[in-house]
């Protein structure tokens, strides 16, 4: 905001953005020597399993390269196959549905100490019945926040207003969405091959979803512009997670969704006929702005309400709680 409005130049805040990670690692060398004073030191050593920490590394570079790489690919090959302006809007729909992935940077945190506790521990047995509460509310925390998107897309794009983009963003917008929310059923698999003897296998899932989305993206962005862009990294999203859920279940028989379980997906996705009601006919104000922002409350609380009462009767709150607790 300073820099937006010029009281600091582009200088001084280059110098603050990069000094605040400096001043984050500050803060954690305090914090973990005030706990840890007795054995804190800043002498390094050379570990003795230095060997099988190296060659963990060289597997987990070329994954993280594939991975930034498949969040970024889509924007350069745009900016071949099209011009700045589409860049621009596929930018403004990345930007709207990075909202989807609060839940997985969330809840992750707490998964990833869980998975790699019991992997650590070999306690199998006792890990599936997280390993599907972790799945499942992933699944319905991106869900949740997608249908309160999608249901309301309409009078947020007016709202931001044709400078945010056209129907072609819309559009992008969705289809990214719900490749972000199949995809979520299965994010906790990445996490059991980081943490187990398979992640020798991820840098290949990684790679070859790379490739495939290189190759849909020449096929795609020429055909539908930015709407095959989003529908292109949809697949990947899909096949990606999909391909290592398989994996998993081949090595650890382990299923991210239970049957039973799709009775609340299924109810839960039902709230999405709210989008089909006429609101605009119930809300009339004078001005058009007030009038959108009285239609997406009056929406939205009716979608609250509901998901209130979903939630209430599957029970849905206690199986976050337990969560927490495990």
Request: aromatic letters at 16%; glycine letters at 4%.
């Amino acid at each position: 905001m300073l820099y937006y409005y010029g009281y600091i130049s582009f200088t001084t805040f280059s110098y603050l953005y990069f000094g605040q990670y400096i001043a984050l690692f500050l803060v954690l060398v305090l914090f973990v020597w005030r706990i840890k004073k007795d054995t804190f030191s800043f002498r390094f050593a050379i570990p003795k399993d230095y060997k099988t920490i190296l060659r963990y590394s060289l597997f987990v570079l070329p994954t993280t390269s594939a991975a930034v790489l498949i969040s970024k690919i889509d924007i350069q090959m745009i900016g071949n196959f099209l011009d700045n302006a589409q860049v621009a809007y596929y930018n403004n729909a990345l930007y709207f549905m990075s909202v989807l992935l609060i839940p997985k940077n969330a809840l992750m945190q707490t998964a990833r100490s869980v998975i790699s506790r019991d992997f650590q521990t070999q306690a199998l047995t006792t890990f599936k019945p997280k390993y599907l509460k972790i799945s499942f509310l992933f699944l319905l925390a991106t869900l949740i926040i997608f249908i309160g998107i999608s249901i309301n897309i309409e009078e947020l794009m007016l709202l931001l207003g044709s400078k945010f983009g056209n129907d072609e963003v819309k559009y992008a917008i969705i289809i990214l969405g719900l490749g972000r929310v199949l995809e979520s059923a299965f994010v906790s698999n990445h996490a059991i091959l980081e943490y187990s003897k398979y992640y020798k296998t991820i840098p290949i899932f990684e790679v070859i979803s790379l490739l495939l989305l290189i190759v849909l993206n020449i096929i795609c962005i020429p055909l539908y512009g930015i709407v095959g862009a989003a529908l292109s990294s949809a697949i990947i999203f899909i096949s990606n997670g999909l391909a290592k859920s398989l994996f998993v279940y081949r090595k650890l028989r382990l299923l991210p969704i239970q049957r039973h379980q799709f009775n609340i997906v299924l109810s839960i996705s039902a709230l999405l006929v709210l989008y089909f009601i006429p609101f605009s006919q119930i809300v009339l104000f004078s001005q058009e702005m007030w009038s959108t922002i009285a239609i997406i409350c009056l929406r939205s609380s009716c979608f609250v309400i509901l998901l209130i009462l979903i939630i209430e009767s599957f029970s849905l709150r206690k199986l976050y709680l337990n969560f927490k607790k495990s």
